[in-house]
Structures are given as structure tokens and as C-alpha cells.
């Protein structure tokens, strides 16, 4: 096997399939990179068993050549090593050999490298995906839904099942939803490309949050595949796989309140930044907690208070407070969190009393829901 190839695409290459790469796995083959050469260009493939990220680096491209071919084959190299090389090679243009024995000559300028390799045949075969459940959706939208869901699931393994996020088909809707049993997001979006049926999958957590810095930030449409076992994310050079968490993910739709007592309309941004200065004072604290009261005459008092270090009060007026005036305390960081997803503004928070679960969403939209339970505060 001979090739050259451009230096700085090869490097980009690495650092999407590196993102799968864990050296804490028990298969040792693992910890390498694996590379498919032909004429037509270079795979490499990453994983860790959980998450597979396998792109592809095109012979040609707008008229470009970007890899020479003399001789096609794969390898196997250390991912860690074989990374670390490439970026710090002296010139753009490599030159990579594979002579017997899996012996792996990297010259590039002045400057030769000798590696040893593995056989590729000894590397995990790619799962075999039909492409029977599958629909699109543009890249930006799928990091906007990851965003606004996965900072929710849990991060104990005591249920596995949590610390993924249950996405369902039905009704030409996606629905993805996370929670921790403490808090949830969900995120409803119509498509049109949705295929037949109902079925749901639970998506490792970390898995949507290293898909998220792999796409990027155009309206270029994804595929999704799911099976049983596997999800797909295919994009123009890079498949994405990733194992599915098993076990029955809990019935969330009856957590969510049916009727309000309090319903207060306010600004995102200006909460965010309330809630953040209050829990400048609760943080010292382990439950870092604070106080939120609607009161009558449109008016919000966020406070906090730690024994040790102090308190902080701050008013805020809202455009609309229903119902019964309320005392409520919450985790800081859940409530900043839930804010965050829904982006700067105008939110409705609906809650049914001092010791129930209360909803936040956009005033704009109820795509994107939030719940949080309060903490009980003497």
C-alpha cells in the first residue's frame, strides 16, 4: 500500500473519527485508526464499540487532487500516535507506505516516521444497517434538538436507560425527550420525510453530544437509520453509528401537569442572568438553590440566600403574572439550563403549586418544553 496525500485534510479526517476513539476500551485494536485506501480515496474509521464515526477523504474534488494512489490496502494505526504525526509534519504533502510486516513509513519534507501497524482484518466489522425506517432532517435542526435535550439525561448509571434520549416517531413527529428524574426536556418536531409506523429508540446522551461537534451548522440534510440495535447519522463524506441503550424508557407524557394555578410570562434573558447572579451566593452550597417568588403587580423576586456567605434579592418585572401569587425554590443550575435550551426568549413558566413540577416553554412556540421539580425549602 502508497499513496500522498494533503496533509491538512487528512488532519481534518482524524479529528472527526478520533472523537470515537476511547483508550479506556477492552479491545485493544480499538485503540487504533483504521484505513481503507483505494483509487477512489481514503475511509478511516474510529470506535470505541458504543460509537463508530467512519469519513471519507475523496481521491478528487473540485477538480482537486487531494490523494495519489500508487498502491490501495488498509491498516490499522494507533490512533493517539499516528494523530499527533500527521498534525505536526513539517510540509502539506505526506507520503504514507506499508511495507510487510504491517511496517508504516510516514515521510513528509525532511522527516520520516516508522510505525507499526495492525492487520485491518482483525478490526471490528461496520454494523449492516437496512435502510428500512429512514428519514432526514437538516444538520443545523438536529444540533438545535441535541442542545435542547441531552444536557437533561442522567448522568447515573444506576438506570442506564436515563442517561440516553427517547426519540419516537409518530404522527409525522419526531419526538426526543430527556430526563434525569429530577428534570426533563422535550423537543417536538413535524417532518415531512417521516416513514410509516411508530417506533422509538434510546440514543446514548453521549453519543448525540459528539455527533453535535462532528455536523456542521448548515441546513444540509442528515439521514437518520434506525434499527433494533443501531442508529445511523449519514452525512455527505461521514456515517455515524451508534449503539441504542435497551430497556423501557418510563411513560414521561404523565408528568406533565394538565392544569395551572400560576402562569408567569417574562423575559428568558433577564431570568438567565438573575438566576445566575443568585446562585453566585447559593453555589457554596451542595443543592445550590433559589428562591423564586410571583407576586401581584406584575412583579418577580429572585433570591438566595447561604448562612455562611450572605443573600441576594433581585426584582424583575414580568409582562404577565395569572393566577395565585407563589413561593417556589429550585436548583439553579436545572433552571439555568432549561432557560439556556430555550434561548433568550420570551418564557411562559406554568406552575401548580409550591411542591409540584412546573413547565417552561417559549412563548413563541411550544415546540421545546421544560419541567423541573422544586426543591422542598424550609
Avoid at 428519514?135 to 436515563?162: G, H, Q, W, Y
Avoid at 404523565?254 to 447559593?282: C, F, H, M, W
Avoid at 423576586?301 to 417556589?328: C, D, H, M, R, Y
Avoid at 406554568?350 to 413563541?364: D, E, N, V, Y
Wanted: proline fraction near 4%.
Amino acid at each position: 500500500m502508497k499513496f500522498e496525500i494533503k496533509r491538512e485534510r487528512l488532519v481534518e479526517g482524524l479529528n472527526d473519527v478520533m472523537k470515537a476513539v476511547s483508550s479506556k476500551t477492552t479491545i485493544p485494536i480499538l485503540t487504533g485508526i483504521k484505513m481503507d485506501v483505494s483509487s477512489e480515496g481514503m475511509r478511516l474509521t474510529g470506535s470505541d464499540s458504543d460509537i463508530t464515526i467512519q469519513t471519507f477523504i475523496p481521491a478528487e474534488e473540485d477538480g482537486e487532487q487531494i490523494i495519489q494512489v500508487t498502491e490501495g490496502g488498509s491498516i490499522v494505526l494507533q490512533a493517539k500516535v499516528f494523530g499527533e504525526i500527521i498534525r505536526k509534519l513539517p510540509t502539506n504533502e505526506v507520503e504514507i507506505e506499508i511495507t510487510g510486516n504491517f511496517q508504516t513509513h510516514i515521510r513528509s519534507g525532511k522527516s520520516e516516521f516508522h510505525l507499526i501497524g495492525l492487520d485491518a482484518m482483525d478490526y471490528p466489522q461496520l454494523p449492516d444497517i437496512q435502510d428500512d425506517r429512514l428519514f432526514t432532517i437538516p444538520a443545523d435542526l438536529l444540533k438545535t434538538i441535541n442542545r435542547e435535550t441531552v444536557f437533561a439525561v442522567s448522568s447515573s448509571e444506576t438506570r442506564p436507560v436515563l442517561t440516553g434520549v427517547h426519540w419516537e416517531v409518530k404522527d409525522g413527529e419526531l419526538i426526543c425527550v430527556a430526563t434525569d428524574s429530577h428534570r426533563l426536556a422535550r423537543r417536538k418536531t413535524k417532518l415531512e420525510t417521516l416513514p410509516e409506523g411508530e417506533y422509538s429508540v434510546v440514543i446514548p446522551g453521549k453519543s448525540l453530544t459528539e455527533l453535535n461537534k462532528i455536523l456542521d451548522d448548515t441546513s444540509e440534510a442528515v439521514e437518520i437509520v434506525m434499527t433494533n440495535q443501531q442508529v445511523l447519522f449519514k452525512s455527505k463524506h461521514i456515517l455515524f453509528f451508534s449503539r441504542l441503550l435497551e430497556g423501557n424508557y418510563p411513560d414521561t407524557t404523565r408528568l406533565i401537569p394538565a392544569e395551572y394555578k400560576t402562569t408567569v410570562t417574562v423575559n428568558g434573558r433577564s431570568l438567565l442572568q438573575a438566576i445566575d447572579r443568585a446562585s453566585l451566593l447559593a453555589r457554596e452550597e451542595r443543592n445550590n438553590v433559589v428562591r423564586f417568588s410571583a407576586k401581584a403587580g406584575n412583579e418577580v423576586e429572585v433570591s438566595s440566600n447561604s448562612p455562611e456567605v450572605g443573600k441576594v434579592e433581585e426584582q424583575l418585572q414580568a409582562q404577565s403574572i395569572e393566577g395565585e401569587e407563589l413561593k417556589i425554590s429550585f436548583s439553579a443550575k436545572f433552571m439555568m439550563d432549561a432557560l439556556k435550551a430555550i434561548d433568550g426568549q420570551d418564557v411562559i413558566i406554568q406552575f401548580t403549586g409550591a411542591m409540584r413540577p412546573f413547565i417552561l416553554k417559549s412563548a413563541l412556540d411550544d415546540s421545546i418544553l421544560q419541567l423541573i421539580l422544586p426543591v422542598r425549602t424550609y
